[in-house]
């Protein structure tokens, strides 16, 4: 990009590990951030073994999320150490970033008070399972716990079947971008007051923020959500359907496309039918609705009900894997996938650009303790 990226010049230290603090240093790297990743001494982060695959001895998923840092190694415990990170901190860091379990940092003389006392320009965000207060706020927590607690997979499945995790750590991923969201507006904040201060963002508040339509339902109906597959509870139809040679999601998400979908299935009586003449009506009348539906579309290859279904500006897609994604003129259209430069590992870029331009991958992913020279020299500096 021409221009500077819009964290450039700014310095972060990231204390943490696996996936939700992690992808929030790469979201500020890949905006042009510096990133220092401390690990833990020996094996480093837990994530570095999370495969296969393995990528020059560290596991795809390592590489996906620590792009562009540096790395060194620090055992906390040691006060040598926690006193070399501190002297980095006050000197050189405008973000601390770290989703160690609460008191770790506060036990190695790295708590958010005594660091603001002395710097209070510094933005510090803490990433948490269940949040900084309540009960369970020094609980475990990883990402299909935390769909498990929030009321996620009890409602993600198909109807009759067992609660299903989502696959993708959504609550990781999510928290990591409500974190960089959180240091972003500090950072915008700063410039007008000059002091930084503390965001705290859990993995366990992003998935009820997820949630808020299944509890906005819940607390105005006191229904529970039920599993629908595909589906949802408040849009009907609005799901995959079977077809003759693979599956097409149909989101006929309001009256008028409703008409138009009987329309081209051959189906006009279901669209003056009152049971379904509005969505309230095929919400309440899904189990009659659907098999219908569903008995036209089996008649159909894929293709060509996705050109009828386009032709009458119906929205609709065929289910495509992982691979077909990937080989899709539109993945390849927006640069989305790129190569991490110095070793060409391949993963998703940042899903936004800058004036039509998106940021590029910030870099490798650091070998452990590669740059422990930082770290030595703060300690050299403490002498």
């Not at 055992?75 to 000197?91: Q, S």
């Not at 710097?119 to 309540?134: D, E, H, Q």
């Not at 669209?271 to 008649?299: H, K, Q, S, W, Y």
């Not at 590992?345 to 422990?372: I, Y």
Request: glycine share 12%; aromatic share 4%; charged share 20%.
């Amino acid at each position: 990009m021409p221009d500077p990226l819009p964290l450039a010049g700014h310095f972060a230290v990231e204390i943490g590990h696996s996936l939700a603090g992690p992808f929030c240093g790469a979201i500020l790297a890949d905006l042009g951030a510096t990133v220092l990743k401390v690990e833990s001494a020996g094996k480093g982060d837990h994530a570095r073994d999370w495969g296969p695959p393995f990528i020059e001895g560290a596991a795809a998923l390592f590489h996906a999320v620590n792009r562009g840092k540096l790395s060194v190694t620090a055992d906390l415990r040691d006060p040598a150490t926690a006193e070399a990170l501190r002297w980095i901190i006050l000197e050189r860091t405008d973000i601390l970033l770290q989703n160690l379990k609460v008191g770790t940092l506060e036990e190695a003389g790295l708590g958010a008070e005594g660091l603001l006392a002395a710097k209070p320009s510094l933005v510090i965000c803490n990433i948490g399972a269940f949040g900084r207060n309540g009960p369970k706020r020094s609980a475990p927590g990883y990402d299909p716990l935390i769909q498990a607690a929030s009321g996620l997979m009890s409602m993600n499945g198909h109807p009759g079947a067992p609660p299903a995790r989502l696959p993708v750590a959504v609550n990781d991923v999510g928290t990591g971008i409500w974190g960089a969201l959180g240091i972003l507006a500090a950072l915008l904040r700063r410039t007008t007051t000059g002091r930084g201060g503390v965001v705290d963002v859990s993995l366990y508040e992003t998935a009820l923020n997820w949630m808020g339509v299944p509890i906005a339902d819940h607390l105005a109906s006191g229904a529970l959500p039920k599993r629908y597959g595909s589906g949802v509870g408040n849009i009907v139809p609005y799901q995959v359907f079977d077809c003759a040679d693979g599956e097409l999601l149909i989101a006929a998400g309001n009256d008028l496309l409703f008409g138009k979908l009987c329309g081209v299935l051959g189906l006009d009586a279901l669209a003056t039918d009152p049971r379904f003449a509005t969505n309230g009506g095929r919400v309440e009348n899904r189990d009659a609705l659907i098999p219908a539906l569903m008995e036209a579309t089996r008649g159909w290859p894929v293709a060509m009900l996705t050109a009828a279904l386009e032709k009458a500006r119906i929205p609709c897609g065929p289910v495509q894997d992982v691979a077909t994604a990937l080989a899709d003129p539109q993945t390849e259209a927006l640069g989305i996938i790129a190569a991490t430069p110095g070793d060409g590992v391949r993963t998703v870029a940042l899903p936004l650009s800058f004036d039509g331009k998106r940021p590029p991958l910030s870099g490798r992913a650091p070998r452990l303790g590669e740059h422990q020279s930082i770290l030595d020299k703060a300690k050299d500096r403490r002498r």
